[in-house]
């Protein structure tokens, strides 16, 4: 029974509970005793609180047992990644200058899941600040890929992306600031989406103008009734859009025939392993098969600009609030946070505003593409899961600037539209590769209409990592 709780859907789960098919107490139980077995070797979660999950057990089950109404979540498991505010607990955001930190209030989203019942695990490794799309930290050490454990699962989510894929919740909440929910997605195989911006509520701080919150599960249905929690106008965010008028969930099952689709298997400029380049392929091709029309074509914009407006924007937000550490905090934060920190400093006024300028054309370009275009898919990512610490050397046979393998994710961070990794196969070492599935600004229902299609043509959910060994010890 164990093992069907662990892979059960967040909305079966949802449904079992509310028929009393299933207890709240039995659930979190039983993912607090698969935590206890595999966590040690995946280092998915930096904090599991088992009195507090059990406590919220027993009192959704009482819920439960007094007929009360209960919300969308009741009883379900999350965990939430170390970014995030969660009143009397740590958020050390991987960083050693926070290791005593306590929060003393919420996150947004934090609050909403837990208002309508969601039962919270424990916090979910991450990079130090979130800066990198691998997660390694001086605080906690490496997370590990379930599905190798020598290697990364990504970041900087990438302690919910391995936590979901092994089985340890059936959700999580992750963050998106240049892929950070799709690049842990698409190494796990799971499902991740990163929101249009706005459409979640962020609290002050970090990449402020493309940082996404977004839910990571292991089916489309469940990230959709996750987002119909977490999605919604937020007073004391001015960058909140107006609610929803529909539900996510209640429309994933639309379909998508009819639709114009562009496939892209490098952006016109990206270096892609030619073996997740033709599982991709594959993989959109497949659209047609949902009477979609399916067309190659590229936005049009150019990586060399992509990636210093990128950097411009992010590392002078990141150097303004880094200089605000103490001489001996500054001394403690890791050569990423240094890097940020001095290339941040560097930038000059004009420099800031030439990089929104190309910021905009950005938007602009993907903007006329969608007068085309309804879809565009794209590899999520250019490699699959490499040992930890040790990026390939090279990307179809040529050298590459470094991160240069997570060419598909950031330019969508820039112009703040949805966009998703969906599992679509598997490379000759058994390593999830993920499709990218990128939308109109605003139309997250169509690119979680389209993920749900492709996920009934192609499912992956039932396809699990190797973990008896992992179990065995």
């Not at 929910?181 to 929101?195: L, M």
């Not at 929690?229 to 965010?237: N, Q």
């Not at 309804?374 to 590459?400: K, W």
């Amino acid at each position: 029974m164990h093992e069907d709780i662990a892979w059960m859907p967040a909305t079966e789960m949802r449904d079992a509970i509310r028929t009393r098919a299933l207890s709240p107490v039995e659930v979190t139980r039983a993912l607090l005793e698969r935590i206890d077995a595999l966590n040690p070797a995946l280092n998915a979660f930096c904090l599991v609180t088992p009195e507090l999950a059990m406590a919220s057990a027993r009192q959704a089950e009482a819920a439960v047992m007094r007929g009360e109404r209960l919300g969308p979540l009741h009883g379900v498991p999350v965990s939430i990644k170390d970014l995030f505010d969660v009143k009397g607990l740590p958020t050390t955001k991987g960083a050693r200058i926070y290791k005593d930190r306590v929060a003393d209030g919420y996150e947004y989203c934090v609050k909403r899941l837990l208002d309508v019942g969601a039962v919270h695990l424990g916090k979910t490794n991450t990079p130090e600040f979130g800066f990198l799309p691998t997660t390694e930290n001086e605080l906690f050490g490496a997370t590990y890929n379930p599905w190798d454990i020598r290697r990364t699962p990504g970041g900087s989510s990438g302690g919910a992306g391995a936590a979901v894929a092994a089985g340890l919740g059936p959700i999580a909440l992750g963050s998106d600031g240049g892929g950070s929910i799709r690049i842990p997605a698409s190494f796990c195989g799971i499902f991740g989406i990163k929101p249009t911006y706005g459409r979640v509520p962020r609290n002050p701080g970090g990449w402020s103008t493309f940082t996404h919150r977004g839910p990571m599960a292991r089916t489309v249905a469940d990230a959709a009734l996750m987002l119909d929690v977490m999605a919604g106008h937020e007073p004391a965010d001015p960058f909140t859009v107006a609610d929803y008028p529909g539900s996510f969930l209640a429309e994933v099952e639309g379909g998508v025939r009819g639709l114009r689709v562009a496939w892209s298997a490098d952006l016109g400029y990206a270096l892609v392993e030619p073996e997740v380049r033709a599982v991709c392929e594959r993989a959109a091709r497949r659209f047609e098969e949902l009477g979609c029309t399916v067309e190659e074509a590229h936005p049009g914009f150019a990586n060399p600009n992509l990636d210093r407006t990128f950097i411009i924007l992010a590392a002078t937000g990141d150097a303004l609030w880094l200089s605000a550490l103490t001489d001996e905090q500054r001394e403690q934060v890791g050569a990423t946070a240094k890097q940020f920190l001095e290339y941040g400093g560097r930038v000059s006024g004009a420099d800031y505003l030439r990089a929104n300028e190309r910021r905009m054309a950005i938007w602009h370009a993907t903007q006329r593409f969608h007068e085309t275009y309804d879809l565009l898919l794209t590899p999520t990512l250019s490699v699959t899961a490499f040992p930890v610490g040790e990026p390939p050397p090279q990307i179809d046979g040529s050298n590459y600037a470094p991160l240069a393998w997570s060419p598909f994710t950031a330019p969508f961070n820039l112009t703040g539209q949805p966009a998703a990794s969906v599992p679509c196969g598997f490379d000759a070492q058994g390593l999830p590769v993920g499709l990218h599935i990128v939308g109109r600004a605003y139309e997250d229902a169509l690119v979680l209409r389209a993920a749900r299609a492709f996920e009934q043509l192609q499912p992956w959910a039932e396809v699990h990592p190797p973990l008896d060994a992992l179990m065995a010890t």
